[in-house]
């Protein structure tokens, strides 16, 4: 959806029989596609008819995260189902978690202690047993560990793995976003974890306003993702 000038006056939450939707001057939203935007809760209704409210005189879709995995969750992931889910198993397959720098000495520690345990978590709770490597040459998963991981994703409902594929991309590991769907980190955890290297180098070099900027819609649009799975109910 492109910028384009404001045309409403406010944005409102209506019921539908299978869930809620938002109204703009009493007309339903539709999404990009032309669907319905069906929202399964009431509180994450109120949210998404928030983002609408608070557009200004120009409407910017990535101003408004929560409408829009709302709007990846109908159009696309209720049709390209498939297609994400390998999608995701191709971040599985280089998984942020698995790759230690080797050197310096603290920075390869602070990864094992921070990352470790989350591999660990992966494979009590889906039995995938994931291969570390060091350094960036890449290192190939076994396959049972993949289609574990497969098996996870498969469980989850289009709002879920909407939620969980914006965490996934943003953390750089479907693990991550594994680990904060179950309520085994937090999206403040999990923004430390996914952060962790950029947290090192600001450490010893400094950051400069561009990586600062970077490194805070990180953090953002993780939260967000965070705060979409809670809505739900999952």
Not at 84 to 113: F, I, N, S
Not at 183 to 204: K, T
Request: net charge negative; aromatic share 6%; glycine share 6%.
């Amino acid at each position: 959806m492109d910028a384009r000038k404001r045309f409403y006056q406010s944005a409102d939450v209506a019921t539908l029989d299978n869930g809620y939707t938002v109204e703009l001057d009493g007309r339903p939203v539709r999404t990009p596609m032309g669907n319905p935007l069906s929202i399964p809760t009431s509180v994450l209704a109120q949210s998404v008819a928030a983002e609408w409210q608070n557009q200004g005189d120009t409407i910017i879709p990535p101003s408004m995260p929560l409408n829009g995995m709302v709007n990846t969750a109908i159009d696309k992931i209720s049709t390209e189902r498939t297609a994400v889910e390998q999608q995701l198993l191709k971040y599985a397959e280089t998984d942020l978690l698995c790759y230690r720098a080797g050197t310096p000495e603290d920075l390869d520690r602070r990864q094992h202690e921070c990352w470790q345990p989350l591999l660990d978590w992966a494979f009590d709770a889906f039995g995938a047993e994931l291969v570390v490597t060091r350094g960036i040459l890449p290192v190939t998963q076994p396959k049972g560990a993949i289609k574990a991981l497969h098996e996870a994703v498969s469980k989850l409902g289009n709002m879920e793995l909407s939620a969980v594929a914006a965490l996934t991309a943003d953390c750089g590991s479907l693990v991550v976003a594994l680990a904060v769907f179950a309520d085994h980190i937090d999206p403040g955890q999990a923004c430390h974890v996914a952060l962790l290297d950029e947290a090192y180098q600001s450490e010893h070099w400094g950051l400069d306003k561009e990586a600062e900027d970077d490194q805070r819609r990180h953090r953002q649009r993780i939260e967000q993702a965070g705060s979409f799975l809670y809505m739900i109910g999952k």
